[in-house]
């Protein structure tokens, strides 16, 4: 279980050491490959730190919001540009580990490790999240939706290194919530959705709904969301979607959950989720 | 692979040459003796490794020991003076009861810390929450939660 | 105001600021020099034949001093029916079998060596449940027994039963009778600390064993015959306990890797330490015993119990320890939790492949209490009766004497049903104003409080030992794990001795200066240590006062001669302090005065002075120094099993806990709003220590009831650590708990007390069982309560309703 341990400076340093040094990880925060490592489930040659890589800190309010892969995501909750037009993804920060977790794990580790059930991502998928990806050759976005190819695994190339998370600017009557549901506090989420509705007098004119941990990636809830475009938030519109999500979803029994439960419990959330959005706009709870 | 990794801990400057795959928690235990901070799980779920980094607190079980280079590292035992009185929080657990079998006190108590520094006047909702990470079988949280909140009251009486 | 001066007042523990300050020495933090470290192969199959195990790879392996395997080593045999031996011989039987041990010069090179070792297996069918267990052709687990005797059933041979009173008479007598199956899941008792020793030899053959245990003198007696195998007959074992963080009952046997170690020690020549880490722990040790409980009771028409009838079924895993004996404390409940006239309690415990099990906290007085309380509830409702009135109708009473044999010599259940019902608000809660989906429930208890008797003896002895300087050590055998036993234990002997708690000092537990104590178990630690020390101090104040005659008068004329050298004129009015009696002397608070006129700040005299006249004696006299033992055996009896009846304990706490909850019918979710405990404790001895133990037992009992099970495939543990294994956190036990304590002076407990380390993780979940069933009307009969088994009732509920409605 030894490895080496490198701690480049700058994005290109990081892709030559990557590219130099066969069986190399990228890491983060830690917070789940380190864990990996000690139930020796992941046993790399090498680990890069991507800490001290200037390039993928900070946080960007420009055309569009730019969050740095490695922020943190403490700093993220306290980014008043996230608070202000991201709403669901502060929501997903509150119930996300710990304090001290979220001192160290990331954003962009938090999508690298492509968990089924990863928090921050329900959030990002509503919000049309694109990541952007670099390695020796250059740089590529993708939308986040295409990242997520199965548990554990993204489309991320050998050497590639997710450089930052990029969120288009909202405008209108966007309202987005986050819920989720674990045995207890700390835990990993049975089951967490994201909605995010743009409604025009009344209608809602475009709708995303994304779910965590019931399919073997985070996912977007096509054609459950196409019910709620052109409808009222109406009780019976609300009723059809959350039945609807059942049938695109395939959740799994685990120790968490037997898979009945997570589909009963999409439905609840679902439900719940545009129930409140018809409340109030941007609004999210634990 | 062996490389130098040079922080102040507690106050003091260390410097020690580790294998690179090392835990900042093994460092601390192993290499440098400081055995107050305790590993509970090693998968950062449990928090009985919490120690600060820069004034963060980090779960030490999942902390790269390079990483802890040119940091500023403080343990349970860089609360108080040798000889000395303890801290307020850790006054404050004595006289409320917050430590039972005591393995999970010293990563309950710097999470503590790490949150009166943020938070000089919490409120026991806030106090839960920001221990969420620190697992105790013992005590059933109240008296801890109770002497966090004293120490609060202390810490306002008599600002360090 | 309190008669007494130390007990009962909100002291803090003394060992607390080591704690606090990170300077307490677990097993983890310490090392030996020259140490080795050890690791284990464990079994790759739940039940299979050994065919081959090559070492050779391991033993190959640089860094490495020992690898040992059953072949190498002398037969080992452990355990409560001697049915498990150290290294594996023959044949795997669960997936934490030791098959082979490395010891090596760190713990990273030991792990890769045991990953080395090969071992060849062909496997065996396996048995997961006892209902697998017992049918007919199932695969025995032990072929023979300890003895090698064949064996031809997986029943495991403890009988424990129990029949009383006319049961057909009572049938005929009842108005209303419920009955319902109801289990409990295997939990993980979960401390902080994980598991670990270091043994050592020295040169002549003598052992010495530091480790994580409840049981220092058990564990001498056990780890003796390994000794004896290993040709060591007669030598010393020494078991030193290092401060422990916390154990809630897994420290109650002695563990194949404490064996390890001791073989590794032996064939290195080295000391050697094993260290369980987080996953170990959850795979490797043993957890609570999971049951199975059937349970039928009745009442009549006004609502008192005519009869109550128990099976137990009981899940023993592959070997048998101290959990193979819950059905012993069943019984205490089954039979004599209220007054119930005609009882019958049958129990068998099953082997199968799956890990064996062991004592946690409570040892099976969670488990029956399950059924029989939320039974309750359900004949309540039958008879139409208040629960809560129920059980008031049916409380034990002071003076009893139960169809086990029980004497209640002081009970307090129904004031604890009283107060209980007053703080939770009980007819307001239940009534018709309430919240939809809130509702409250509650649960009584009754707890062995004075020992529990299942050994052939159940005492404690103490040594107090008086130093020059007025200092006392207190060598005692029990073991303080964070529940609080010094504490009560510093002040009940500053308070029998009359010396200031921070003057009481209570030693490291070792077998080598602490003398005999059957273990810290049964919530008996303070109970067992406070009489024994309120002998020991009986002693020593008659010592004390006996030469205070002869040396009294020359110190007080000490200070008297230092008043007057100061210009004060003190004048002895007359007092003759020349011929002072023992029978009036006294010590309170470290000094020694006269009763006649404890006032007198120059008739007193400091301990430690006092103590130094007496050993550096002058006028040629011989001197002497004070050192007082106790032995305190209680006053009760080994239960006969096979009839279940003997009375197990010399005094028996009583308790009552009230949940609130809300019930979310859409997810299934339930939330506790606040939980209030009422125990009837005998007499609060550390106000801060025992609200400690309430409320710790009170969150492992909401575990227990919401959120903790041992998960488990053919045998193999699925939630081995604590991202998969969930016990509350601070932030889940988000609502107010309010205890209350009930005193009620036991004749037979120190100072009038009763243990109190198990009662509080006692009722919580049929309390939590019992508000759910009064909120949403469903009642879930194996723990734990998930929102997923809620939802599932809910819809069966719906489908019964509408298939009554529909036909």
Known sequence: MSYDYHRPRSLAEALDIAAATPGARFVAGGTDLMVQIHKRAAAPAALISLRHVAELGGIDNGARLRIGSSVTLTELQAEPAVAAGYPALIDSMRPFGSRQIRNMATLGGNLCNASPGADAAPPLLVYDAVVELRDRAGAREMALEEFFVGPGETALAPGEVMTAILLPPRAGDVRSVYLRKARVKMDVATVSVAALVEMEEGSCVRARLAAGAVAPVPKRLRDTEGLLVGSPLDDATIARVSTAAADEISPITDVRSTADYRRHLTGVLLRRALERLRAAPGEGVL | MREEVAFRLNGHDVAVEVDVHRTLLDVLRDVLGEMGTKEGCGEGECGACTVLVDDAAVVSCLYPVCEADGTSVTTVEGLFEPGGELSPVQTAYLEFGGTQCGFCTPGMIMASVALLAENPDPSEEEIRYALTGNLCRCTGYVQIVESVRAAAELMMERPA | ?807
């Open chain 3, 1 to 807: 105001m309190s008669k007494y001066r130390h007990v009962g007042t909100e002291a803090q523990r003394p060992e607390g600021a080591d704690k606090l300050a990170g300077t307490a020495r677990y097993i983890h933090d310490i090392t030996v020099a020259g140490m080795l470290h050890g690791a284990i192969k464990f079994s790759e199959h739940a039940h299979a034949r050994i065919v081959h195990i090559d070492t050779s790879r391991a033993r190959a392996l640089s860094g490495v001093r020992s690898v040992i395997t059953a072949d190498d080593v002398p037969e080992v045999r452990y355990g409560f029916m001697r049915d498990n031996l150290v290294l594996k011989k023959g044949k795997v039987r669960q997936f934490r079998d030791e098959v082979a041990a490395v010891a090596a010069i760190d713990p990273d090179i030991a792990r890769e060596a045991v990953d080395l070792i090969e071992v060849e297996y062909e496997p065996l069918p396996s048995v997961f449940t006892p209902e697998e267990a017992l049918a007919e052709g199932a695969v025995l687990i032990h072929e023979t027994d300890a003895a090698g005797r064949p064996r031809t059933s997986n029943v495991v041979p403890l009988p424990c039963r129990h029949a009383s009173g006319d049961l057909d008479a009572a049938k005929e007598r009842t108005a209303h009778v419920v009955e319902g199956t109801y289990t409990v899941p295997r939990i993980q008792q979960a401390a902080l600390g994980t598991s670990g020793c270091i043994a050592e030899f020295d040169r002549n053959g003598n052992l010495t064993i530091t480790t994580k245990t409840q049981i220092p003198f058990l564990a001498q007696r056990d780890f003796n015959s390994i000794l004896a195998a290993l040709g060591l007959e007669g030598r010393n074992v020494r078991v030193v306990v290092p401060a422990v963080g916390g154990a809630f009952g897994t420290g109650l046997d002695t563990h194949a890797y404490e064996y390890i170690s001791i073989l590794l020690a032996w064939t290195t020549g080295k000391p050697v330490r094993i260290l369980y880490d987080r996953e170990q722990e959850f795979a490797y040790l043993s957890p609570r015993q999971s049951a199975s409980m059937f349970i039928r009771q009745g009442c009549d028409a006004e609502g008192r119990f005519t009869f109550r009838e128990v099976d137990v079924v009981q899940d023993n895993g592959a070997y048998t320890s101290w959990g193979a004996t819950y059905p012993n404390v069943m019984l205490v409940a089954a039979t004599s939790l209220y007054r119930v006239p005609a009882v019958r309690f049958d129990s068998r415990i099953v082997y199968t492949n799956n890990t064996y099990c062991q004592a946690m906290r409570g040892y099976g007085n969670p488990e029956i209490t399950w059924p029989i309380e939320s039974s309750l509830d359900d004949l309540a409702a039958a008879a139409g009766i208040d629960p809560y009135e129920m059980r008031l109708l049916n409380s034990n009473q002071p003076g009893d004497v139960t169809p086990m044999g029980l004497k209640l010599a002081t009970c307090g259940l129904t004031e604890c049903l009283d107060r209980t019902a007053a703080r939770i608000d009980w007819k307001e809660a239940r009534g018709p104003e309430r919240r939809t989906a809130r509702g409250v429930g509650m649960a009584s208890l009754i707890n062995v409080g004075g020992g529990g008797k299942i050994y052939a003896s159940d005492g404690s002895g103490i040594i107090l030992k008086l130093d020059d300087f007025g200092h006392v050590n207190v060598a005692y055998g029990g073991v303080e794990m964070g529940q609080g036993l010094h504490s009560a234990l510093t002040l009940m002997v500053a308070e029998a001795l009359g010396v200031e708690p921070e003057n009481v000092h209570i030693n490291e537990t070792d077998t080598a200066t602490s003398p005999w104590d059957v273990g810290t178990h049964a919530s008996r630690g303070a109970f067992m240590a406070g009489n024994a020390a309120v002998m020991a101090c009986e002693k020593l104040r008659a010592r004390i006062f006996e030469h205070a005659e002869k040396v009294y008068p020359a110190e007080v004329e000490r200070n008297l001669a230092r008043l007057r050298d100061r210009g004060e004129d003190v004048s002895p009015a007359g007092f003759d302090y020349t011929s002072v009696t023992r029978d009036r002397f006294d010590l309170q608070g470290g000094r020694l005065f006269v009763v006649d006129a404890p006032d007198e700040p120059w008739l007193q005299i400091d301990l430690g002075r006092f103590l130094r006249a007496v050993h550096f004696t002058k006028e040629g006299g011989v001197g002497t120094i004070f050192t007082e033992e106790a032995f305190y055996e209680p006053p009760t009896e080994l239960p006969d099993w096979d009839r279940g009846i003997g009375n197990m304990s010399a005094s028996y706490t009583f308790g009552v806990q009230g949940v609130e909850v809300e019930v979310d019918v859409d997810t299934g979710e339930v939330r506790i709003l606040r939980l209030v405990a009422v125990t009837d404790v005998g007499r609060v001895l550390s106000p801060q220590a025992l609200r400690g133990q309430m409320y710790g037992g009170i969150a492992q009992g909401v575990g227990y009831a919401l959120y903790e099970e041992i998960k488990t495939e053919e045998g193999r543990i699925l939630n081995a650590g604590f991202t998969d294994y969930k016990m509350p956190s601070a932030a889940d036990l988000d609502f107010p708990i309010e205890l209350e304590f009930v005193e009620t002076d036991d004749p037979y407990g120190p100072f009038g007390a009763k243990g109190a380390g198990e009662p509080g993780i006692v009722a919580t979940a049929p309390a939590v069982g019992n508000a759910i069933f009064d909120a949403i009307g469903v009642r879930i009969l194996d723990l734990p309560i998930t929102p997923e088994k809620i939802i599932r009732a809910l819809r069966e509920k719906e489908t019964a309703v509408a298939g009554a409605g529909g036909g």
